[in-house]
């Protein structure tokens, strides 16, 4: 199984703020990664898939980058929508379609 | 973009087997394109990959995740336009708000792109 280490497991930040969140893989995905926002009680919702491609509807200053092992997921300026749970998930090989183990982004 | 919806009981005894089923609503299950599965998640903890069925080059094969240890099926009925979730032999720990969704394709990209809202299910006696 593929496993996927995300960095940090809990961010406190002010709106306004650039963050950034890391996802390792425990073997080379290329670019078939996945980030979701997840708020309490909701269902995920994907934000990037392809590492890097953002998806319809979802705001710009939400970006993704990296391939083979190392991701990282980046808000540029934090919006007071964007107080949330972050996972990745890697789509490479399966089963499993192994997930993160979350980042939750909390209001400093 | 289509809808997915989760029904199935809350409660599930020990020992006993969990049912779900996930309908689709506003596109056909049997498209070769998707991906159908099921994600769990247990009370304040991250999400987990159950399995799932169908997909582009293996129509209708299924892929189970293998710490679940073989206590999972998942199954669909195209008539229903419906794909189901059986778990045998549970236990508290698969207590969890359950999942359905549709793994989306994209330019040789993979991805979760539309989501049921989830169903909670209480494993107790």
Known sequence: ?????????????????????????????????AWYQQKPGKAPKVLIYA?????SGVPS??????????FTLTISSLQPDDFA????????????YSFGQ???LEIK | QPQLQESGPGLVKPSE???????????????NIYHWGWIRQPPGKGLEWIGGIGGLYYP?????????????????DTSKNQFSLKLYSVTAADTAVYYCARRGYNYGYFYMDVWGKGTTVTVSS
């Open chain 1, 1 to 33: 199984d593929i496993q996927l280490t995300q960095s940090p497991s809990f961010l406190s930040a002010s709106v306004g703020d650039r963050v950034t969140i890391t996802c390792r893989a425990s073997q080379g995905i290329s670019s078939y990664l």
């Open chain 1, 51 to 55: 590492a890097s491609t953002l998806q």
């Open chain 1, 61 to 70: 200053r939400f970006s993704g980058s990296g391939s083979g092992t190392e």
């Open chain 1, 85 to 96: 749970t972050y996972y990745c998930q890697q789509l490479n090989s399966y089963p499993p």
């Open chain 1, 102 to 104: 979350g980042t939750k």
């Open chain 2, 17 to 31: 087997t969990l049912s779900l089923t996930c309908t689709v609503s506003g596109g056909s299950i049997s498209s």
């Open chain 2, 60 to 76: 209708w094969s299924t892929y189970y995740n293998p710490s679940l240890k073989g206590r999972v099926t998942i199954s669909v």
